[in-house]
């Protein structure tokens, strides 16, 4: 029985082998043998499937990495552009002071009365308060009431008493602000009063005789001793004659400041005498 299976096995090696031999003697319509042939396409598929593989991995990486890099350059490009914003924005910031400086010294030198000028330093928070806090104060020598104005016109007045170092400025558009004015062509005297129109000014006690027209510029008319006569107030917008109690005109003024727009200021420090146009 074991030599059977020994002769079996024998027999199944040979024949492998007879096999073998022919096929390596057999070749295909290339002229390559059979079993070359065979090899040949078993490795180029196993090296087209690896190959394709490796293709995969190097396209799956390189997009990978050049995204990762896309985004990067994006967030620094982002970054770029934010601080050139921020230098835009200050260099104007920076211009626009320079200029009001440069506008205030000129007002500054044309002036008889002594001046300070100071820089605004805060605004108060509160609705409808209209106040502004300056960097100059007792020590410099500001005092309750003085008259506070910009490049182009009046801004208000030192209200409450000042510290050695700040003092607090009222609005002339604010709701209890006031002061006396004329008409610049006209000569219409009365007084002017902040509130919340728009315009924010109006002039009010004006004679309905005086023909105050649209466009006439308003200034100061030296009476209550607190701001000197002539400043700018603002323009007359609009002008009705006889309104209300038929008595006095309505008029409505647009200051000459831009009252959200205050960066430096001058404090007047000499006061005009009560004398000069009444009380």
Do not use: C
């Not at 609705?127 to 100059?136: E, H, L, Q, V």
């Not at 016109?153 to 006031?178: D, E």
């Amino acid at each position: 029985m074991g030599s059977t299976r020994r002769t079996l096995v024998l027999f199944l090696v040979l024949s492998f082998g007879h096999l073998l031999l022919m096929s390596v003697q057999v070749q295909t319509r290339s002229r390559m043998p059979l079993l070359q042939a065979a090899a040949f396409g078993v490795f180029a598929g196993v090296q087209h499937f690896t190959a394709g593989l490796a293709d995969m991995g190097r396209s799956f990486w390189s997009n990978y990495v050049a995204l990762r890099g896309v985004v990067a350059e994006n967030d620094a490009l982002q970054r770029q552009v934010l601080a050139l914003e921020g230098q835009v924005q200050a260099q104007a910031a920076i211009a626009s002071q320079t200029r009001d400086l440069e506008r205030l010294l000129n007002l500054q030198q044309s002036l008889v009365a002594p001046t300070l000028a100071a820089h605004v330093i805060a605004g108060d928070p509160a609705p409808g308060a209209f106040t502004i806090t300056i960097d100059r104060g007792s020590a410099d020598g500001v005092e309750p009431n003085m008259a506070v104005i910009g490049h182009a016109g009046v801004i208000g007045r030192v209200i409450n008493r000042p510290t050695a170092h700040a003092a607090q400025v009222q609005l002339l558009i604010g709701r209890n602000a006031g002061a006396g004015a004329i008409t610049e062509r006209s000569e219409a005297v009365g007084f002017i009063r902040g509130g919340a129109g728009n315009p924010p000014l109006r002039m009010e006690w004006v004679d309905l005789l005086k023909d105050v027209q649209i466009g006439e510029r308003v200034l100061t008319a030296g009476i209550g001793g607190i701001f000197p006569r002539g400043f700018v107030i603002g323009i007359v917008e609009r002008a009705v004659k006889g309104s209300g109690s038929g008595i006095y005109s309505d008029i409505a003024v647009r200051p000459a400041m831009d009252f959200s727009n205050i960066h430096v200021v001058l404090v007047i420090l000499a006061r005009p005498a009560r004398a000069e146009g009444g009380s």
